[in-house]
């Protein structure tokens, strides 16, 4: 009988954060995780953007109105090899949410904005969303007028969360993965005498920003990805460690 065969292995080291505080230097140190409380690199005549802002928001905190949320985004990043392979460090006890409005006060949605209680609006402890003990690194977008629904104003949005996000990403990927807190390690396999199984996910990809973006340099970020619409939807074949890995990425 044919033996199976290792694939590719892929090895998740866990680092988790009890609190978030603003500091004017990114950083971590004992289970505290140090932001910015603003993102560099928004100018003033940016044609998309009027306004981002950086709330954190604790387990606590949650009875608040929050903007339409255009994605839940882990913090993880690539320290050796690529999406599906090597060695990724991510983040627990964190999250990132994306919320848009415009200047106007039209909600950033396609089909149905998400606008309200923060509480209400999210089902949490599910896959995708926060823990009922996450705290919440919240990025609020106002966009110019009319660009609430503009597919251009919304990835640059998403492109400007994930400039803030990758500052934590750089020192996250030095984090020594010795005193990680978790480690996790999961392998492709073939196995010749078995049925081969083939997983099929409908992502989105209509138009505008409902849009999905595949395989970008970083686990669930944008940087070196492409659009499922610029691929014109066609079919695409992920490996198990791959999807594991945050291959794909909802742009809202």
Same mark, same amino acid.
């Given at each position: ?31 505290? /995780? ?11 005549? $940016?044609?998309?953007?009027k306004?981002?802002?950086? &709330? ?5 905190e ?7 949320i255009?994605?839940f ?6 320290? /050796?090899?690529k999406?599906?392979?090597?060695i990724?460090?991510? /983040? ?28 209400? =609006? ?5 896959a ?9 690194? &919240? ?11 503009n ?6 949005? &998403? ?6 996000? =990758? ?11 010795? =005193?990680?807190?978790?480690? &996790?390690?999961?392998? $492709? ?8 199984? /083939?997983?099929?996910? =409908? ?7 409902? $849009? ?41």
């Amino acid at each position: 009988m044919t033996e199976s065969k290792e694939l590719r292995r892929l090895t998740i080291k866990s680092f988790h954060m009890k609190d978030v505080k603003f500091c004017h230097k990114t950083r971590m140190e004992n289970g505290i /995780l140090h932001i910015k409380n603003l993102i560099e690199g928004l100018s003033e005549d $940016d044609p998309y953007i009027k306004e981002l802002k950086v &709330h954190i928001i604790k387990k606590n905190e949650r009875n608040r109105f929050v903007n339409s949320i255009m994605d839940f985004i882990p913090i993880a990043t690539k320290v /050796l090899g690529k999406i599906g392979e090597g060695i990724t460090h991510t /983040l627990t006890g964190t999250v990132v949410m994306l919320t848009g409005v415009d200047e106007d006060g039209i909600q950033v949605a396609e089909f149905g904005s998400s606008e309200g209680i923060l509480e209400d =609006q999210m089902v949490s402890n599910r896959a995708g969303t926060p823990s009922d003990e996450d705290i919440i690194i &919240h990025v609020d977008t106002i966009l110019r007028s009319g660009m609430g629904t503009n597919r251009k104003a919304i990835i640059h949005v &998403h492109k400007m969360c994930d400039s803030f996000i =990758q500052e934590i990403r750089e020192k996250l990927k030095k984090s020594n993965g010795r =005193q990680c807190d978790e480690r &996790h390690d999961f392998t $492709d396999k073939t196995h010749p005498k078995r049925k081969k199984v /083939l997983i099929i996910k =409908q992502v989105a990809g209509q138009g505008a920003m409902y $849009d999905t973006w595949i395989l970008p340099k970083e686990p669930g970020g944008v940087e070196g990805g492409v659009s499922i619409i610029d691929m014109f939807n066609v079919p695409i074949i992920l490996s198990p460690n791959q999807y594991r890995d945050g291959a794909l990425r909802a742009m809202d």
